[in-house]
């Protein structure tokens, strides 16, 4: 079983759309969780931290399901330049300095 | 400048061959990362550094090998290159306060 699961699209959705993603992981004590985001076999890059509150950054909001080992990212008013592979990442292993990565959910928005 | 740099960008080799793939930062951090990507799945830790001398297998090891001399250097070499090893390779850093990881542009590998 992989330690990270990602449905991997894609998500194919008209601009303005409200879209979301969820991410499962294997390992209950994991530590720390990440939303990144991959453009076309570039480097990945942070979008977001999750917390056990939850955050906010704009149109975007992750949150953090601890009981059900689950992360969800949820995009409002999708824009074109939303069109990426959006990774999910956990942090595990001695001294959680240990990341695994989803395999990714590629989303489309299209005009 | 990039923080975290990657040469070469490309390489095409042919099975056998020895190459090294070299990463360097700027940004001072003490743990670096190795990681190859395949389509279709996320990346896979192949080795990870705490510090200089400080070497740990990741997911992938086998077939591969790092040397970590200097706080801003980490090369990774495949000492026989397989076609199975044709992938994008991604190098990375963080610092220890930090929790995220920042990447190199990566090194699109291909083995003949």
């Known amino acids: 079983r992989k330690e990270v699961e990602q449905d991997p699209g894609p998500f194919n959705v008209p601009e303005g759309a409200t879209v979301a993603f969820n991410c499962t992981y294997s390992?209950?004590?994991?530590?720390?969780f990440f939303w990144y985001r991959q453009d076309c076999r570039k480097e990945p890059k942070l979008l977001m931290s999750?917390?056990?509150s939850g955050n906010e950054d704009g149109r975007f909001t992750a949150q953090l399901n601890r009981a059900s080992q689950y992360i969800s990212l949820l995009i409002r008013d999708s824009k074109l330049s939303d069109s990426a592979t959006y990774l999910c990442?956990?942090?595990?292993?001695?001294?959680?300095?240990?990341?695994?990565f989803g395999s990714g959910t590629k989303l489309n928005v299209k005009p | 400048d990039a923080d975290v740099t990657q040469t070469p960008r490309n390489r095409i080799t042919k099975t056998g061959k020895r190459i090294m793939l070299e990463c360097s930062q700027t940004?001072?951090?003490?743990?670096m990362y190795w990681y190859r990507q395949d389509p279709g799945l996320g990346l896979q830790l192949i080795y990870y550094?705490?510090?200089?001398?400080?070497?740990n297998k990741g997911e992938i090891s086998d077939g591969y090998s790092v040397s970590r001399q200097a706080q801003a250097k980490f090369s990774l070499s495949l000492e026989s290159a397989i076609p199975n090893q044709t992938a994008l390779y991604f190098c990375?850093?963080?610092?220890?306060?930090?929790?995220?990881?920042?990447f190199g542009p990566g090194t699109r590998l291909t083995v003949l």
């Open positions: 990375a850093t963080k610092g220890t306060g930090g929790d995220e990881q920042f």
């Open positions: 990442v956990v942090n595990m292993g001695y001294n959680f300095n240990k990341f695994y």
């Open positions: 999750v917390y056990s």
């Open positions: 390992n209950s004590a994991s530590q720390s």
């Open positions: 550094s705490f510090d200089v001398k400080d070497i």
């Open positions: 940004k001072g951090h003490d743990r």
